[in-house]
Nanobody, 117 residues
Framework: QVQLVESGGGLVQPGGSLRLSCAVSGSRFSIKSMDWYRQAPGKERELVAALTSGGRTNYQDSVKGRFTISRDNAKNTVYLQMNSLKPEDTAVYYC???????????WGQGTQVTVSS
């Protein structure tokens, strides 16, 4: 059973930083990509950052230069470093894993990020 557990969310003032973590366990398949999505109230879930198994990254335009996705293979953990946070970054952030075989997709439970003064 694949499990993704996010942590690191919280309340931060505008301009502040947070680092989200997503710990993966139980995956028996090679990973195609690990991604971070977010969903704000009343809005659809959107891709924030993606990291392929080959190390390629892709970011939503609104977070380029502020967010960085990375992975620690030894710890089976993917991170999202978020700097210069803005109120519009407020959302529940979800970790997603996609496998190479069959393109299976797994989600974490989400972690709340609130940017407010």
């Amino acid at each position: 059973q694949v499990q993704l557990v996010e942590s690191g969310g919280g309340l931060v003032q505008p301009g502040g930083s947070l680092r989200l973590s997503c710990a993966v366990s139980g995956s028996r398949f090679s990973i195609k990509s690990m991604d971070w999505y977010r969903q704000a109230p009343g809005k659809e879930r959107e891709l924030v950052a993606a990291l392929t198994s080959g190390g390629r990254t892709n970011y939503q335009d609104s977070v380029k230069g502020r967010f960085t996705i990375s992975r620690d293979n030894a710890k089976n953990t993917v991170y999202l470093q978020m700097n210069s946070l803005k109120p519009e970054d407020t959302a529940v952030y979800y970790c997603n894993l996609v496998t190479i075989v069959a393109g299976l997709s797994y989600w974490g439970q989400g972690t709340q990020v609130t940017v407010s003064s």
